[in-house]
């Protein structure tokens, strides 16, 4: 006679690993794209732009934080004949 349960420990284990695996990794692309920040201006001819970040963080001195900072902002203007377009990243 055969026992009945015989190899649901298996494919209990194999359950509650594939979801650990799937949160963890749905998790850091979540966070990835939940951190990034877009900016975005369109304007038409003789137009003045200006994009101004202040990141006011005593973290954001160092070089590697105002590297991942930078990646993860994304600026962007847009604008036709004769327009003025300034951005600014400013760390304090």
């Known amino acids: 006679m055969e026992w009945v349960f015989s190899g649901i420990g298996t494919h209990i284990i194999v359950i509650v690993i594939t979801f650990t695996l799937g949160m963890l990794g749905g998790g850091v692309s979540g966070y990835i794209i939940g951190t990034r920040k877009i900016l975005c201006q369109k304007a038409d001819n ?11 963080d005593e973290k954001s001195t160092t070089t590697e934080n105002k590297a991942r900072l930078n990646s993860t902002t994304n600026l962007s203007q847009q604008a036709k004949d004769n327009a003025k377009q300034t951005q600014i990243i400013e760390y304090k």
Do not use: L, M, S
């Open 46 to 56: 003789d137009a003045q732009q200006k994009q101004q970040v202040v990141v006011d």
